[in-house]
């Protein structure tokens, strides 16, 4: 909007137009404002949806680097090496002790540890410590033996943020195995 001249003076903007002027600002601001915010939200939902589904596809991946090696104790029995029903994996394997080798027990760091579903994250946990989180987004583990050799496990991401959203299951079959069978234990079972 112009200003004004009478007789050669710069009158300014008159009161009127300075209020619609401002008005117009205002309501321009607000849209511009609620647009950002869908936009905000929106790619939040879509952060939340590309983690869980990288969640899903790496949980295989790294569960199997822990659950793989309890596989084939030699000297342990069947049901004490891996236990896994419903939401909880437990895992015992002999993987190191001096100079490397197995020593026969499974009190080392990451010889024994629990994996489970907690407030949608994948927790692990080592010996007598607490879990720790590892993967965000997963809400339930189900893991079932198929046999000595085979473990099977289904994934399933939680829902959002706002409780709402496509959930994401992934299935998954582990043959277990030890690259390190437990040769030398200091007392045969």
Do not use: H
Not at 110 to 128: A, M, Q, V
């Amino acid at each position: 909007m112009a200003a004004t001249e009478r007789n050669g003076n710069s009158m300014g903007f008159s009161l009127v137009e300075i209020l619609v002027s401002i008005t117009v600002s205002t309501i321009l601001l607000g849209i511009l404002f609620t647009v950002c915010i869908r936009v905000e939200n929106l790619t939040g939902r879509i952060s939340e949806d590309l983690e869980k589904r990288t969640s899903l596809r790496m949980a295989p991946l790294l569960l199997s680097r822990w659950i793989k090696e309890a596989g084939m104790n030699l000297n342990v029995p069947g049901d004490e090496y891996l236990q896994a029903a419903g939401s909880e994996v437990r895992v015992k394997s002999d993987r190191t002790g001096n100079d490397g080798l197995p020593d026969g027990d499974t009190e080392d760091s990451f010889e024994d540890i629990r994996i489970r579903t907690i407030n949608n994250e994948l927790k692990i946990r080592s010996g007598n410590g607490t879990y720790q989180p590892f993967l965000r987004g997963i809400s339930t583990l189900s893991a079932s033996r198929q046999g000595r050799e085979l473990l099977s496990l289904e994934l399933e991401s939680g829902e959002n943020r706002a409780g709402a959203g496509q959930t994401y299951r992934i299935k998954a079959m582990l043959r277990l195995w030890n690259d390190r069978p437990n040769l030398f234990p200091k007392e045969i079972k």
